[in-house]
């Protein structure tokens, strides 16, 4: 009785050295299947088109793949693990995360999140507030780089569903 779904993106990603400007266009397509109405696995190909040889090899988007769990405890708390892999789908240097999210009321959820990057030897932690309406969501991610706190990134997302 599980149900099966579908995805595709598409994506430009654009960057500027001192000299010269690179852009390039590339897509995700994921997979996921939902055994129950609590657990769902996922499988992801992210940058899964070729790059450009005339773009320098540093700035190439390389194809990484995606495996990843979500459990459903209850109707307002979530558990995530994922597994990435390191540039070119290197599967000795993966990137493992995980992420809970507990709602608070019906609209507002609270994040955390852990990852450690093999392949960059790195370890993030992160918080995230949520706004999850019907058709329009609003969240906040700050990510900081571990032991030292450094990197600190802050990210606001806007999503609009129809």
Not at 69 to 75: E, F
Not at 145 to 156: G, V
Request: no cysteine; proline share 4%.
């Amino acid at each position: 009785n599980g149900k099966i779904g579908f995805g595709v993106t598409g994506h430009l990603f654009q960057v500027k050295d001192k000299i010269d400007q690179y852009q390039q266009t590339n897509m995700d397509m994921g997979l996921i299947y939902t055994p129950t109405t609590y657990l769902g696995f996922a499988l992801v190909g992210y940058d899964m088109l070729s790059p450009r040889n005339e773009i320098p090899e540093a700035y190439r988007l390389t194809q990484t793949t995606g495996l990843g769990a979500n459990w459903l405890y209850s109707p307002s708390m979530r558990f995530r693990l994922d597994f990435v892999t390191a540039p070119n789908n290197n599967f000795n240097k993966l990137t493992r995360m995980l992420g809970y999210e507990n709602y608070f009321g019906k609209f507002v959820v609270g994040r955390l999140g852990y990852q450690e990057d093999v392949f960059n030897e790195k370890t993030y932690a992160s918080l995230g507030l949520g706004l999850d309406l019907p058709k329009f969501g609003l969240n906040y991610a700050f990510l900081s780089e571990l032991p030292r706190n450094a990197n600190e990134r802050h990210s606001i997302d806007l999503t609009f569903g129809f």
